[in-house]
């Protein structure tokens, strides 16, 4: 008897988010196919059923971050997208630059976790990463007020000073550096946003 779509979806949606999770860990090359289904709870089996290989689970896996956990971490942050205001532009700064987001590797946003994986991947994976990365500008200058000069080239450079200065803090864990380094990247954001 073949199992309901919502079974399926459920599945799916399980296969994804344990890999997005294993990816931030380990980096694509270190994850397995086996690995990915034990972590969801299922058959390597039935891995095929859901995806054509493990290229296609990446791009899915980088493309659910937005509306999966970055919309859980959004809220978090006290962020509606339905609904922004020029104080959600600091407030993103905030929970993206935060010590939080640095020490929580599974949830991290891929960008962070996994640029360096991203560059040698498929085109579909780089586009749902260039997705992530348009929809982190969006939101900074909308959030942004109306009468600011140079908006858009503002928000640019802050989502920049966001993931890179989360990028180069993770590479150097435990360390005072790594704290200086979020600190300044976040200082300089917060200029940005509010000049």
């Given at each position: 008897?073949?199992?309901?779509?919502?079974?399926?979806?459920?599945?799916?949606?399980?296969?994804?988010?344990?890999?997005?999770?294993?990816?931030?860990?380990?980096?694509?090359?270190?994850?397995?196919?086996?690995?990915?289904?034990?972590?969801?709870?299922?058959?390597?089996?039935?891995?095929?059923?859901?995806?054509?290989?493990?290229?296609?689970?990446?791009?899915?896996?980088?493309?659910?971050?937005l509306m999966g956990r970055g919309a859980e971490w959004r809220q978090?942050?006290?962020?509606?997208?339905?609904?922004?205001?020029?104080?959600?532009?600091?407030?993103?700064?905030?929970?993206?630059?935060?010590?939080k987001h640095l020490g929580d590797i599974d949830g991290q946003c891929?960008?962070?976790?996994?640029?360096?994986?991203?560059?040698?991947?498929?085109?579909?994976?780089?586009?749902?990463?260039?997705?992530?990365?348009?929809?982190?500008?969006?939101?900074?200058?909308?959030?942004?007020?109306i009468n600011q000069a140079n908006r858009h080239q503002n928000a640019?450079?802050?989502?920049?000073?966001?993931?890179?200065?989360?990028?180069?803090?993770?590479?150097?864990?435990?360390?005072?550096?790594?704290?200086?380094?979020?600190?300044?990247?976040?200082?300089?954001?917060?200029?940005?946003?509010?000049?």
């Amino acid at each position: 008897m073949p199992y309901s779509a919502s079974h399926r979806d459920a599945s799916r949606a399980k296969i994804v988010e344990a890999a997005r999770m294993l990816f931030n860990k380990y980096g694509f090359q270190n994850v397995t196919i086996d690995q990915v289904m034990q972590e969801a709870g299922l058959t390597r089996g039935g891995f095929y059923n859901h995806f054509k290989n493990k290229e296609a689970l990446f791009s899915e896996a980088v493309s659910s971050f937005l509306m999966g956990r970055g919309a859980e971490w959004r809220q978090d942050a006290g962020i509606d997208i339905s609904n922004l205001k020029p104080e959600m532009a600091q407030q993103m700064v905030d929970a993206y630059l935060s010590s939080k987001h640095l020490g929580d590797i599974d949830g991290q946003c891929p960008m962070i976790a996994l640029p360096s994986d991203v560059a040698r991947a498929d085109p579909e994976t780089q586009e749902a990463f260039q997705n992530l990365l348009t929809a982190m500008v969006w939101l900074l200058e909308t959030a942004m007020p109306i009468n600011q000069a140079n908006r858009h080239q503002n928000a640019l450079a802050s989502a920049a000073l966001c993931v890179g200065g989360m990028v180069l803090a993770r590479t150097l864990p435990d360390s005072e550096l790594a704290e200086d380094v979020r600190s300044a990247a976040h200082h300089a954001a917060t200029q940005l946003i509010s000049a």
